[in-house]
């Protein structure tokens, strides 16, 4: 089965091919560069991006893979959560497609799909806890097949990413800067910040960012660290708080991550997925919980933590292969809201 996945549910207009669960082609087109003058995504003009960009990187993909549009079996798209005008001219894309070439189409859950790039490469172990920590999600999942994700815990405000990112921006760093934070903790030294790990001191499995946001802010601000990237003289400086940001970030996502493995205990592996999930710190933490506990880690490819389209060229795959689909008036659904359960299922034989 050959699954087209398109992902445009935020700053990347991405395609790409997935045949039998091998990654055929890929074409992306980035924004990060228009939105790092804002120091943020502007959901706007995100999409007219999205708009000038995904016919031609449609061609330039099918060229790629050395393939006819009719060859495709299945489109598959992420349908949410995301920003509603971006999600729009991927999901408007993906039904015309459906339609002019009468095949299924498929809407996939774009933080189900982060989570199943874990197979893309590994082979994927079932129950699983699913951590998607991310710029605008960190949720944490009990995964019982490629179709069940059962929601255990959440962020109650901001996303870990964001706070990368809004930490970053204080510092001087260019938008998205959690890889910037992540170099250069490597070079800084451990105890000389100390920031509190947020949101630990409850029973639940859910997160909160906002509070190390606004700790780091502040730290940032007492200790003249603002905008300081440029300043030669507070590169050490800035290295031992990047340090003490990736620890405190890497040391709450473990805490809960225990604590679910605690209360799920037939989990066999944890996957670990979305764009922090490309932490050197945060990877290194969870896998070293995970051989503590005899299970499993998974992560894909830093290259497929962050938003891509194999991903959903993978989940749809996966669950195409199931049979599921949507009908191709299946809706668009914007960050906040709940994705309906609508999807269809036909018998393997019809
Ligand atoms: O999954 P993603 O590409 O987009 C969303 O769905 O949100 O994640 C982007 C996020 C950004 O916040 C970015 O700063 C963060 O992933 N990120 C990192 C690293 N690489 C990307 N955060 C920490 N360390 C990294 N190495
Ligand atoms: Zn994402």
Redesign the pocket.
Known sequence: MLCLGIET??DETALALVCDGKVLAETLASQIELHSIFGGVVPELASREHLRFISLLFDELLKKAHINMQDIDLVAVARGPGLLGSLLVGGAFAKSLALGLDIPVLGVN?LHA?LLACGIEHHLEYPALGLVV????TYLFKISSPAAFMPIGRSIDD?C??A??KTGNLLGFAY????F??QFAQQGQNGRFKLPLPYIDNENLDFSFSGLKTAAANLIIASGLQDAINQKALQKDIADFCHAFNECAAETLVIKTKRALQKFEDIAAIWLA???A???LVRARLQELAQNSNKEFIAPAPKY???NAAMIAYAGWLLGQEGYYNNLDFEIVPRGKKIPEDVLKTSLSD
């Open positions: 549910s935020c774009h982060h991310s710029g605008g999600h996303a990413g964001e990368f990112d998205p800067s959690g890889k934070i992540d979305g764009g922090v490309a932490n050197s933590c962050t938003d």
